[in-house]
């Protein structure tokens, strides 16, 4: 089955830099790639995605680029802000497009720390 | 207002001793499933279903059971609760798009097995 590596596991940055979580994959079938924002206490939701015919996918501050070759994907935050802060999960799966249940496993997560 | 309804949200309970976590939503999903998520391995995925009376296995489904009767409702039953099932759960429809699963979360539910 799929097997997802996420690093690094914790990522402290000052407000205003850059951050970039990176995910490796393993099944060359996966497709579809989402991520997930989980801030303390409460439950993940969804942030961005992307598809294997993209590349690259922004929605103002972050954004998500992926490399089929190397089987990995990553996701950028430019301009960090305090409310940043979070556990970031990356995910894959097959299917993006059918009509079959398209399971999605999760990497380890990212704590991130947005010092102001 | 769409969401998913997850209880009790905190539990304590002994070994060995039966439990119930309901879920519930309202959104009309059709897809459902139960995670488990714990320090440094992420969300790991117990059970999912694809529709009513269609339930399978995910990645660790050991000591878990699933129902549903209803296309609403999703139970997890910890029929004999062990140590190693202290964790926080959480519960999630989705529906697909042409991208693929979007993922809704209910509010979690910390488990405590002493």
């Known amino acids: 089955g799929e097997n997802v590596e996420q690093h690094p596991s914790t990522l402290s940055v000052q407000e205003g830099d850059s951050a970039v979580i990176k995910c490796t994959y393993s099944?060359?079938?996966?497709?579809?790639f989402p991520w997930y924002k989980q801030e303390l206490g409460k439950r993940p939701q969804l942030i961005i995605d992307?598809?294997?015919?993209?590349g690259e996918k922004k929605d103002q501050r972050i954004a998500v680029t992926l490399n089929k070759t190397a089987k990995h994907f990553s996701l950028h935050i430019t301009e960090t802000q305090p409310e940043d802060s979070a556990v970031y999960f990356c995910?894959?799966?097959?299917?993006?497009?059918?009509?079959?249940?398209?399971?999605?496993?999760f990497g380890q997560g990212t704590i991130l720390t947005v010092h102001p | 207002e769409a969401q998913v309804t997850q209880n009790p949200r905190y539990l304590i309970t002994v070994t060995g001793k039966k439990l119930t976590v309901t879920c519930s939503q309202n959104?009309?999903?059709?897809?459902m499933s139960w995670y488990r998520q714990d320090p440094g391995l992420g969300l790991r995925q117990i059970y999912y279903?694809?529709?009513?009376?269609?339930?399978d296995k995910g990645d660790v489904p050991e000591g878990y059971k699933v129902s549903r009767k209803e296309k609403r409702n999703f139970p997890l039953i910890l029929e004999s609760p062990s140590p190693n099932q202290t964790s926080l759960y959480f519960c999630?429809?989705?529906?697909?798009?042409?991208?693929?699963?979007?993922?809704?979360f209910g509010s979690g539910t910390q488990l405590s097995v002493l």
């Open positions: 279903s694809m529709n009513v009376e269609v339930t």
């Open positions: 959104m009309n999903h059709e897809y």
């Open positions: 999630a429809s989705s529906y697909r798009d042409r991208g693929g699963e979007k993922l809704f």
């Open positions: 992307i598809r294997s015919n993209v």
């Open positions: 995910a894959a799966s097959t299917n993006a497009g059918g009509t079959s249940y398209g399971k999605l496993t």
């Open positions: 099944d060359s079938a996966s497709n579809y």
